[in-house]
């Protein structure tokens, strides 16, 4: 672990060092900053919710550097911390903003902090029947995960409370391996509801 004054905060030897308190805090910190530049502003939820993206972008690097550390490899380039946010943390935020929610998102404007233009936008852009078309959707998805309480409550939490992966699994205390077969089979059901409304 050490300080460069030009290239800031690094870890270049005793890796394990990230699991102590007083250099995991400084680890988050960084990541947290850089999660910061590459999420941005553009758009009204990114805007709102920056701090808390950048703090679950960072965590869930780390998390993911701790549940597989053989996958850095200090031989191509001895910096922890480069490797946190080059390869996982950069990946983690791209991801994201390639998702359909953020992609249809609208671009807010700076003297509208409120979101005042991007609501009337979306509801000129959106008649009624595109609305009642969504209501008939969500009902339907709601009556397909009737007796499917753990699907269900993930689809609460994850689609329309919009949690992050590790908000999921910290809310329902399960690991990230069930909240990957969970979300399998949600999106089976999913895609049920989908093709029904498509033959409509």
């Keep these: 672990m050490e300080k460069d ?4 905060f690094r870890i270049t030897s005793n890796y394990d060092c990230i699991r102590e308190k007083k250099t995991f805090e400084k680890v988050l910190a960084v990541l947290m900053a850089y999660a910061h530049t ?5 758009t009204l939820r990114l805007s709102k919710s920056r701090d808390e993206l950048a703090y679950d ?4 690097t780390i998390m993911r550097h701790l549940e597989h550390p053989e996958n850095f490899k200090p031989e191509r380039n001895p910096d922890l911390v480069s490797y946190l946010k080059r390869y996982i943390l950069q990946r983690l ?4 903003k390639k998702t359909s929610a953020q992609k249809n998102e609208l ?9 005042l233009k991007v609501e009337q936008s979306f509801i000129n852009s959106n008649d009624i029947h595109s609305l009642l078309d969504l209501q008939a959707a969500l009902e339907q998805i709601q009556k397909h995960l009737h007796g499917k309480s753990e699907l ?5 939490l994850r689609y329309e409370r919009q949690y992050t ?3 999921v699994c910290e809310e329902l205390d399960i690991s990230r391996n069930e909240f990957d ?20």
């Design 5 to 8: 004054e030009n290239t800031g």
């Design 38 to 42: 590459l999420i941005g502003n553009g």
């Design 57 to 60: 972008f960072a965590m869930e």
């Design 93 to 96: 935020v791209s991801n994201f």
């Design 107 to 115: 671009v807010y404007e700076q003297d509208d902090a409120v979101g």
């Design 152 to 156: 269900l409550e993930l689809f609460n």
């Design 165 to 167: 992966r590790a908000e």
């Design 181 to 200: 077969n969970r979300i399998r089979r949600l999106e089976t059901v999913l895609k049920k509801v989908r093709n029904h409304q498509a033959e409509k």
